[in-house]
């Protein structure tokens, strides 16, 4: 747990000297690409949220999750924020949009954001039950556009297979790297 300790300070320092800089270079005209402003679907708010975003991300053909795998502890916030196209971040919760299998830990509570389509939307939710989540893009799935949250510690139905539409990072390699992304997973 250490490493991870020191890895999420070490970030929140580096975003921190980022938000620094980007006040001080603004240009007060509106359009300088500066924080999101909009959050078209929020769940739960709570923790600290900004160190835990998953982007959601159209590049060209390519429709993904970045990171694609993300571990957190009990209580923290996830935000999934809209980097380009429309997308959404779904559990894998039968009866939930379109899943047709349960993937989250039993008794999780389940998450859905809906198809979030404005640059720099944002969806939070807050996980509390450990285990491991697997969650999709509704308009995406077929095209495997799916991603994996390690809770505390790996556990529950989504252990020991892959997502019916897409492939993750193994649950222990996710633990072991706090976070996998989508570049280093596929490529």
């Not at 429709?63 to 196209?85: A, K, M, N, R």
Request: with cysteine.
């Amino acid at each position: 747990m250490e490493r991870r300790q020191v890895l999420k300070t070490a970030g929140l320092l580096a975003t921190g000297g980022v938000t620094g800089l980007a006040g001080c270079s603004s240009s007060g005209n509106g359009d300088s690409g500066g924080e999101p402003t909009t959050t078209e679907t929020q769940e739960t708010t709570g923790g600290s949220g900004d160190s835990n975003t998953v982007m959601m991300v159209t590049e060209g053909s390519e429709y993904y999750f970045d990171p694609i795998g993300l571990f957190i502890e009990s209580g923290e916030t996830v935000t999934f924020e809209i980097q380009s196209g429309s997308h959404s971040a779904t559990a894998y919760k039968q009866g939930t949009s379109s899943a047709e299998v349960t993937r989250i830990p039993e008794g999780a509570e389940t998450f859905n954001s809906e198809i979030l389509s404005e640059q720099g939307a944002t969806f939070e939710h807050t996980f509390e039950t450990t285990g491991t989540y697997d969650y999709f893009c509704i308009p995406h799935k077929s095209l495997g556009m799916v991603g994996r949250i390690v809770v505390g510690e790996p556990g529950g139905p989504a252990e020991g297979s892959m997502p019916p539409d897409g492939d993750v990072p193994e649950s222990q390699t996710i633990v072991d790297q706090g976070s996998v992304s989508y570049s280093s997973f596929s490529g």
